[in-house]
């Protein structure tokens, strides 16, 4: 089920990995290189993902290429949101990519590419003709983010939450949904570009959503799909019954799943940003995933979806 295996998610965004507790990214360098060995120790077939950046900063791709992370992933991603969070322009994507193309020669995919209906439902259907535009044919793979906003009760994962004031709020309204299901007019504008641009949806523990997610997805003819599986919910009761029914609903798709969060319970500090106590642990989980839910595609198919999409 799983063609790619991305390791963290925004590596270099402090509301997904504390700069305070690893300054110079060395914790998240060596996790990263034991989890790419041990997912291609299992699977090389696999695409290795090297967790979206966001900022796209060449120099983070440089600070980890001197760690020798390049070497254990295929892949590096970014994550672009330049009409909500973002320092520069929505035209701009392009240079984006070839800033990053500058300083390696891995394959470069979006994993998350948004613009919220924060401000106006119009805008943001703009923004997805936009950003396919821009994007489709500039790199192999492309995921919105996302089908669904998120449900007002919730909490969106950042670092201060309502003390971001309207930063935070726009992570509610990122969806082609409505958090009721209901479409928005950004899904007419996705429709036509579902075969080369695919979705990126997280779903939580035991998501009610899921079932409604998987028939959308169809019914818009989305083949791509970005997801996760949540290290720190793999200690939750039941938790392997949950991975199997999500990776079972979603066995049509082409899933690239990403592997993050530490448990409070195993990190340096306990919150999900902190570095984990003992790296191959977290290795280990990646693993155990692969094995798990892992493609059986030839290794040439596999290089060619990494190279080409």
């Not at 696999?46 to 390049?70: A, C, K, N, Q, Y």
């Not at 821009?134 to 906003?149: A, F, N, T």
Request: glycine share 6%; proline share 6%.
């Amino acid at each position: 089920m799983i063609e790619a295996a991305k390791i963290w998610n925004e590596p270099n965004n402090k509301s997904h990995w504390d700069p305070n507790l690893d300054p110079e990214w060395d914790l998240f360098a060596r996790m990263t290189i034991l989890a790419g060995q041990a997912i291609r120790a299992e699977n090389s077939t696999v695409t290795r993902v090297l967790g979206g950046m966001s900022p796209i900063d060449p120099s983070f791709v440089r600070r980890l290429d001197e760690r020798g992370v390049l070497e254990e992933v295929d892949v590096v991603a970014v994550h672009g949101f330049p009409l909500d969070w973002n320092l520069w322009q929505i035209h701009e994507w392009p240079n984006k990519i070839d800033e990053i193309r500058a300083v390696t020669d891995k394959p470069i995919w979006v994993t998350e590419a948004g613009v919220s209906s924060f401000g106006a439902e119009e805008v943001q259907a703009w923004g997805v003709k936009r950003t396919a535009e821009l994007l489709i044919g500039k790199v192999p793979r492309i995921h919105w983010y996302s089908l669904y906003d998120l449900p007002s009760h919730w909490e969106a994962t950042t670092r201060h939450k309502e003390a971001e004031g309207s930063s935070y709020y726009r992570h509610f309204h990122m969806g082609l949904l409505r958090a009721d299901g209901t479409p928005k007019p950004a899904v007419e504008a996705f429709a036509p570009y579902a075969g080369q641009m695919g979705i990126c949806q997280w779903f939580h523990y035991e998501d009610h959503r899921l079932d409604e997610a998987v028939a959308w997805l169809k019914r818009l003819g989305v083949r791509h799909l970005r997801t996760g599986l949540s290290w720190a919910d793999s200690f939750r009761p039941n938790a392997l019954d949950w991975f199997d029914r999500q990776m079972e609903a979603l066995a049509d798709f082409e899933v690239t799943v990403t592997f993050c969060f530490t448990p409070e319970h195993r990190g340096v500090e306990p919150h999900h940003t902190s570095p984990p106590q003992v790296a191959e642990e977290f290795a280990g989980f990646c693993a155990a995933m692969i094995r798990r839910y892992g493609t059986t595609r030839t290794a040439d198919t596999a290089a060619a979806m990494a190279a080409v999409g």
